[in-house]
């Protein structure tokens, strides 16, 4: 029996790209993601960064970072995680599963719809940034911040992944919003970290989103240091966390 | 149908447990190219988790799954197959031919998309989005797109669940179509009459084993039963405790007996009420074999 099915290469890559367009198109279309991925950070910013303060204050470039920060783990932690818990619920992952899918597809196309995603954020705060918050920044440090954004959600993928398989359908938003909102107030993303008590501040760097806003801060010009430990540690959560997720999807589906 | 042709899809000697549950039993089970085998059996049977393992969703504990001749596992070996799960909530926003597109992009050489949506009904919803459209329309874009990939091999679990008469029977008629193209289908069922009316082949299961399999008409015969159904006050309990008489209940205010000597009972039937009326008397269905298999798995445990 002739039991070797192949598919071309260019097939295949063509499966990739129309899980990747389906990803993308399907969030786009759902206003219950969009908006609070889109707005939270930038209405965070609106009010702290450009209405409290004095336009191009350092308090306001300062802020620009943060909140970016902020708004760039959002996609990586619900497009991940809340979507993943509500397929293995509703039986999506089972089918996509039994179908043919490239492997890795279906990782694939939700990682790139959360950096797309990121950036879009990103750029949001930007223009706010700019414009209205009356920041000035070289393009090449414009540059940096879409790219801190585009990459820098990866971690948060990754951890929304593991969440995504320790509940399933629809408790994960409540749960992710329980590592969300706390994570970003200990990793000094809503207050400067100098504000907050000695022991918390000892211990931001266990928090992935403290070595990105040492990344974004950096991208504005505030940065302290070098800048490999970060990219390094969020290397390393990003890892641990993959190999958390795909452990647990292989044990319990 | 070439019983001589190796198995598109088989297990052997497989045993799943889930803790102290049994959930396949040694199972020995080979589906052939072509054929249209109908798999019954109560809940946990054992019917959803037989299609897991040939699905590769689930690696056998013991014994072996193989989907044309490999793992199934491989993802080349499910290039083969179209599949249609008992739920899949697919994503909302997406419009039904975005759907179809995606799917038909994880094979070698799909149908063209108009091609899937004709055979499957579907050719009036390709721009609506899949969550606005009815639990019975759903269901036919799913058909659409377990065959979107030109399979040889179509599971179909419970797929005519949420559909009225008119939708399940254009769904019959199209899986009549893809079997006589030459794919074969493994369908599980609650409707008896589904597999009556489709299966050229029923696989009856219990507690992870097969109870018994041939045509649907072999199965008939094997249990022999006729239905007696009539409008009578006689108590159903009472007929029920009756010799030759192997189960009797009410069924929209009608005396429904299932009997193996209908002779001798509706003899007796008529001479115990004399106002019976509007009397019918058939051979059994698929049904009655089924319950009667079941019975004497149950008694034989």
Redesign the interface.
């Known amino acids: 029996?002739d039991?070797?099915?192949?598919?071309?290469p260019r097939?295949v890559a063509?499966?990739y790209?129309?899980?990747i367009?389906?990803e993308c198109?399907?969030?786009l279309?759902?206003p219950s993601f969009i908006l609070p991925v889109t707005l939270f950070s930038t209405v965070f910013y609106l009010m702290f960064g450009v209405l409290l303060n004095h336009s191009g204050s350092d308090a306001s470039r300062y802020l620009l970072a943060s909140y970016t920060t902020f708004g760039v783990i959002g996609p990586g932690l619900f497009g991940f995680g809340a979507s993943l818990a509500?397929?293995r619920e509703?039986?999506?992952l089972?089918?996509k599963?039994?179908?043919?899918?490239?492997?890795g597809a279906y990782l694939l196309g939700k990682m790139v719809m959360a950096m797309g995603m990121a950036t879009l954020v990103a750029a949001l705060l930007l223009t706010l940034g700019l414009t209205l918050g009356g920041v000035t920044l070289s393009p090449a440090r414009v540059l940096a911040m879409l790219l801190a954004g585009a990459f820098g959600v990866l971690p948060f993928c990754a951890l929304g992944m593991f969440v995504g398989t320790l509940i399933k359908g629809q408790g994960a938003p409540g749960l992710l919003n329980l590592v969300y909102l706390p994570m970003a107030f200990l990793s000094g993303l809503w207050l400067p970290l100098s504000m907050l008590p000695k022991p918390l501040q000892a211990m931001a760097p266990v928090w992935p989103s403290y070595h990105l806003n040492q990344l974004t801060l950096a991208a504005v010009g505030m940065g302290q240091g070098a800048l490999w430990p970060h990219v390094l540690a969020l290397a390393a959560f990003a890892a641990a966390f993959l190999v958390l997720a795909a452990r647990r999807l292989r044990r319990v589906? | 149908m070439n019983p001589s042709?190796?198995p598109v899809a088989e297990l052997v000697g497989v045993t799943q447990r889930y803790g102290a549950l049994t959930a396949l039993d040694a199972l020995d089970l080979a589906v052939r190219p072509g054929e249209l085998l109908a798999l019954l059996g109560p809940n946990g049977a054992g019917k959803s988790t037989s299609i897991g393992v040939l699905?590769?969703?689930v690696r056998p504990q013991s014994g072996q799954a193989r989907l044309?001749?490999?793992d199934p596992q491989d993802?080349?070996?499910?290039?083969?197959?179209g599949?249609m799960?008992?739920?899949?909530?697919?994503?909302?926003?997406?419009r039904v031919g975005?759907?179809l597109?995606?799917?038909a992009?994880?094979?070698?050489a799909p149908r063209p998309l108009a091609e899937s949506a004709g055979l499957a009904g579907v050719d009036d919803l390709l721009t609506r989005?899949y969550g606005k459209l009815s639990g019975g329309q759903q269901r036919r874009v799913q058909f659409a797109l377990a065959l979107c990939?030109r399979p040889d091999l179509l599971?179909l679990d419970e797929p005519t669940v949420g559909m009225d008469i008119e939708a399940r029977q254009k769904l019959w008629a199209a899986i009549r179509t893809l079997v006589g193209e030459g794919c074969a289908v493994v369908l599980t069922t609650h409707y008896l009459e589904e597999a009556e009316a489709l299966a050229q082949r029923v696989v009856v299961m219990g507690q992870g084993r097969v109870l018994t399999e041939g045509s649907v008409d072999d199965l008939r015969g094997r249990v022999g039963m006729t239905r007696i159904r009539c409008l009578s006050d006689l108590d159903a309990e009472a007929v029920a405790g009756w010799t030759h008489v192997a189960a009797a209940q009410r069924e929209e205010g009608r005396l429904v007996v299932t009997t193996a000597a209908a002779e001798s009972v509706l003899r007796r039937l008529l001479d115990a009420d004399t106002a019976l009326s509007e009397l019918e008397v058939r051979r059994a269905g698929l049904a009655e074999a089924f319950v009667e298999l079941s019975r004497q798995d149950r008694e034989a445990a």
């Open positions: 029996m039991a070797t099915i192949t598919m071309s097939r063509g499966a790209l129309q899980e367009r389906s198109l399907r969030y279309r759902a509500i397929e509703g039986g999506l089972t089918l599963r039994a179908l043919p899918m490239p492997p589906g | 042709m190796p699905l590769g969703l044309f001749g490999r993802v080349a070996s499910r290039r083969r197959i599949v799960l008992q739920s899949a909530a697919l994503p909302a926003t997406l975005e759907l597109r995606l799917t992009s994880y094979y070698p989005p990939g599971f």
